[in-house]
């Protein structure tokens, strides 16, 4: 007899465990369960669901799996938690869809500055502002906190496939990525593409800084501002717009990122430079900008040239030009290789 008991008392769960039942009635008090030789478990509402309709929609002689907390309470039940079995099987299956690289669905919960708030099998989890698609990050110029928040907003509530790129169970961690799984589908796309070849594509949004244009279904390029013409772009919205198809030459492949040229297309300018100007003479020409290292200045249709900030001999720019004027210059020096005219102020015109 001694052994036979000892037999059974092996066989009893141990605290932690994880064991599979049927429900037998669902009530606000309480979730009794049958778990066959184990005997019958309890489930308290603090150890309920996290989401209160799946514990309504449980339904007599469902199978669930619970966590046993103790072996036998004071009213002689198995006492059980269908909270933490949740947990420890979302661990399970985090693991395995890492483990297989699986893309998966999930609902934007919230955003933050960083990045938005996922959940995944009930899980929550982050999905950094660096590994969303190209689709869907924030084109903000400078990386302005408070704009990016507002481009992310729009994204709360729409389901994103995304995959787990990382998890710590220990730590309560969970970061996916959408980028991985436009990088992996455009792998093959990106390696048939090589610097100095001319591609076509259309136009999916124009921003501050340049043009993002879609090359394929899971393939963009950046046409940046100073890309877009040899002549000085203000704002790119004036010349480029959604929905335009452009050719255009890849000028760079570097880091995985295309980088596109309509510039590098036409004749440049600077390679006739000295047949129109050369130094020592006088030019008219229209500041058209002031930045921190001087003042550009547009002389002809292609050619913009730079008053240097040591020309205003300390003084605010804006004592010394003003943008949309025209002035009288000389050109102190040409430097067709980098694109450089330097000036120094004669007169106003």
Do not use: C
């Not at 099987?89 to 693991?95: D, Y």
């Not at 792998?187 to 999916?204: D, F, M, N, Q, S």
């Not at 050109?331 to 004669?346: A, F, G, N």
């Amino acid at each position: 007899m001694k052994d036979l008991l000892a037999k059974e008392e092996f066989q009893l769960p141990r605290a932690g465990q994880i064991l599979t039942g049927r429900v037998i009635s669902v009530s606000k008090s309480n979730v009794m369960l049958d778990l066959g030789s184990a005997g019958i478990g309890i489930v308290y509402p603090g150890q309920f669901y996290d989401n209160p309709d799946r514990v309504r929609a449980l339904k007599p002689g469902e199978e669930v799996t619970a966590v046993l907390l103790e072996l036998e309470n004071e009213d002689g039940y198995r006492e059980l938690s269908l909270k933490a079995a949740q947990l420890t099987t979302a661990w399970q299956r985090i693991k395995e869809l890492r483990d297989t690289s699986s893309v998966l669905t999930t609902i934007i919960q919230n955003i933050n500055k960083g990045g938005l708030i996922v959940q995944v099998e009930g899980v929550q989890g982050f999905l950094p502002l660096s590994q969303l698609s190209s689709e869907h990050y924030p084109k903000v110029e400078g990386g302005d906190t408070t704009k990016i928040v507002q481009a992310l907003q729009k994204f709360k509530g729409q389901a994103f496939k995304v995959k787990v790129l990382d998890y710590n169970e220990q730590e309560g961690k969970l970061i996916v990525s959408e980028r991985a799984i436009q990088e992996e589908a455009a792998k093959g796309e990106l390696a048939k593409l090589t610097v100095g070849e001319t591609v076509e594509g259309v136009i999916t949004e124009v921003t501050d800084f340049g043009a993002f244009v879609r090359l394929s279904e899971n393939l963009d390029g950046l046409i940046h501002s100073s890309e877009i013409d040899w002549k000085f772009v203000e704002d790119p919205r004036q010349i480029l717009h959604s929905g335009d198809t452009v050719t255009a030459k890849v000028i760079s492949l570097d880091g995985g990122r295309v980088a596109l040229s309509l510039k590098a297309l036409r004749p440049d300018p600077w390679l006739t430079v000295n047949e129109t100007f050369s130094v020592g003479q006088k030019v008219k020409g229209t500041v058209i900008k002031i930045r921190s290292n001087g003042a550009f200045v547009q002389l002809n249709d292609d050619i913009v040239g730079l008053l240097p900030t040591a020309e205003f001999g300390g003084r605010p720019a804006a004592d010394v030009v003003t943008v949309g004027t025209v002035y009288t210059f000389a050109i102190v020096s040409i430097d067709p290789k980098d694109h450089k005219l330097i000036l120094t102020l004669e007169q106003k015109a």
